[in-house]
């Protein structure tokens, strides 16, 4: 079955007439991809849009699901930027008789483009449509690192049947088989968030990065989402006066501008695979600002994908400079590689074996300068020894 058929196509009239001209702005430049188009040729892009018109999951925020096309009319208008890629968009996602039904077209449209080598963008809708990307995921065997930036835990215990926007990391970490290495949240505020949650993430050995924190010095930031696979942005975690189209928007959260460095980090990122872009509600945003600030953060993802380079530290490759730091409370050396193209910095688990086969991917773990240099302390740094655990 061609995942064309789970679309709607692009409007073509609209998406011109969303331009200011043609040439060097977005909706002259995106390809909108329509029944006609044969998926063998999907890997000549390097991004495609996927609008996922649903909010059948929403939590007191029904009329996101219209977000798809008010973030286009205004991700057309914007200028390409210096980039030499190609994207594509394959419209919005048929909401299926269920809402089971949308996960699952989602979940094969994923997968599709993953084993395209594309990366796909996925534009909400209701954040609950993670949990079909995650399960595309699954499809495609991998076992993944899930970055969340919202300003509450979406979990709701071991009991939930069924995934909607407050609860969708429960049916990802009960799903079984389960394909979740690690999950980090980015922005949660207290006051929204539970005892026992944060107590289950710190059960589970996962990460949960309090609004105050993140902001305090937002670079801290870039190595927890250089590690994820798929990064899910809830625009709930931007404050009401940035992002008023939303049913749950609080006084606080996020600026805009660090939203848009938050997701220029992942396009930056060779390891992420997928982001998507969830809760933006037209309905609540009469004068369009929340599906400006949405089409904003998508061309800073753009713009960190245009210059991406492909590093990942190996003892053969010349590109990196090796330190290893005797560590008695680690119990054995720790290493640690810095670029010298980026300095960006990883930090390489000690495991068996038989280990580092099933998770290759998940040995370097990317960090800041500071782990190392509690690790020349004899200190050992959180991000390490919480990934150690996960593996033992």
């Known amino acids: 079955m061609e995942i064309s058929l789970y679309f709607d196509p692009v409007n073509n009239d609209s998406r011109q007439a969303a331009a200011p001209g043609s040439g060097a702005w977005l909706g002259g430049q995106i390809v909108a991809l329509d029944d006609t188009f044969d998926e063998d040729d999907l890997a000549q892009f390097d991004a495609i849009i996927v609008g996922g018109n649903e909010d059948r999951g929403a939590v007191n925020n029904a009329g996101c699901g219209q977000a798809p096309d008010a973030i286009r009319q205004a991700l057309y208008s914007l200028s390409m930027g210096f980039w030499k890629l190609r994207i594509g968009d394959l419209g919005n996602i048929r909401p299926g008789e269920n809402i089971s039904d949308t996960y699952f077209a989602l979940r094969d449209t994923i997968f599709r483009l993953l084993r395209s080598g594309v990366v796909p963008i996925v534009i909400g809708g209701s954040e609950d449509l993670s949990y079909g990307v995650y399960s595309g995921y699954q499809q495609a065997g991998r076992i993944i690192n899930l970055v969340n930036v919202d300003a509450r835990l979406n979990y709701g215990g071991a009991e939930v049947q069924s995934p909607d926007a407050a609860n969708f990391l429960s049916s990802i970490i009960f799903k079984?088989?389960?394909s979740l290495f690690n999950f980090a949240n980015l922005g949660y505020q207290s006051y929204f968030t539970g005892t026992a949650t944060l107590e289950v993430m710190n059960k589970l050995f996962?990460?949960?990065?309090r609004l105050g924190v993140v902001r305090q010095n937002i670079e801290e930031a870039e190595p927890v989402i250089r590690n994820a696979d798929y990064l899910s942005f809830d625009i709930s975690a931007v404050r009401f006066s940035d992002a008023p189209g939303n049913g749950n928007a609080s006084p606080n959260g996020f600026m805009g501008d660090e939203a848009c460095q938050l997701v220029r980090y992942a396009g930056i990122s060779s390891k992420l695979s997928c982001i998507g872009f969830y809760e933006t509600n037209p309905t609540l945003d009469p004068h369009g600002q929340t599906a400006l600030l949405t089409a904003q953060m998508i061309w800073y993802f753009l713009d960190g994908l245009a210059v991406r380079i492909d590093e990942y530290p190996d003892d053969k490759c010349d590109n990196f400079v090796k330190y290893i730091v005797d560590s008695s409370s680690a119990g054995?050396?720790?290493?640690?590689?810095?670029?010298?193209?980026?300095?960006?910095?990883w930090m390489q688990l000690p495991v068996s074996r038989e280990k580092?086969?099933?998770?290759c991917r998940h040995l370097m773990v990317p960090c800041t300068y500071a782990d190392y240099q509690?690790?020349?302390?004899?200190?050992?740094?959180?991000?390490?020894?919480?990934?150690?655990?996960?593996?033992?």
């Open 374 to 392: 509690l690790a020349a302390a004899n200190e050992i740094p959180d991000r390490w020894w919480k990934a150690y655990q996960k593996l033992m």
């Open 356 to 359: 580092k086969k099933d998770h």
């Open 176 to 178: 079984k088989p389960n």
């Open 332 to 345: 054995s050396d720790m290493i640690f590689y810095k670029s010298k193209q980026t300095s960006r910095w």
């Open 206 to 209: 996962f990460d949960a990065w």
